[in-house]
Nanobody, 126 residues
Framework: QVQLSESGGGLVQTGDSLRLSCTVS????????MAWFRQAPGKERSFVAV????????YYADSVKGRFTVSRDGAKRMAFLQMDSLKPEDTAVYYC???????????????????WGQGTQVTVSS
């Protein structure tokens, strides 16, 4: 069954905004760190942002800092990625991921995440 499901991708122009959503089912959402990764064609999957399970700590890749905001809603069992001032280099498939590792783990690497969504395409035209 699908446990993480993303939505909200699309085709936008430079400078536009998008909000990605990730719905978590059949997993203990409150116990999970939630992250966003992205993968552009021909490139490895790379870290974008993470929000810890307690919700108070967030961390961003330098390339998106100040433009993207990660959040979560425990009642809805959802994580979000608000993307503003989009650039063509943000074009990629975006994945949400969940981890129940201890908070001291390196949450910037894909290997720390057991649960993944199917991905949603974001394309930013120039």
């Amino acid at each position: 069954q699908v446990q993480l499901s993303e939505s909200g991708g699309g085709l936008v122009q430079t400078g536009d905004s998008l909000r990605l959503s990730c719905t978590v089912s059949d997993l203990p959402f409150g116990s999970m760190h939630m992250a966003w990764f992205r993968q552009a064609p021909g490139k490895e999957r790379s870290f974008v942002a993470v929000i810890r399970r307690m919700g108070g700590y967030t961390y961003y890749a330098d390339s998106v800092k100040g433009r993207f905001t990660v959040s979560r809603d425990g009642a809805k069992r959802m994580a979000f990625l608000q993307m503003d001032s989009l650039k063509p280099e943000d074009t990629a498939v975006y994945y949400c991921a969940g981890s129940m590792l201890p908070s001291g783990s390196d949450l910037r690497v894909p290997q720390s995440y057991k649960y993944w969504g199917q991905g949603t395409q974001v394309t930013v035209s120039s």
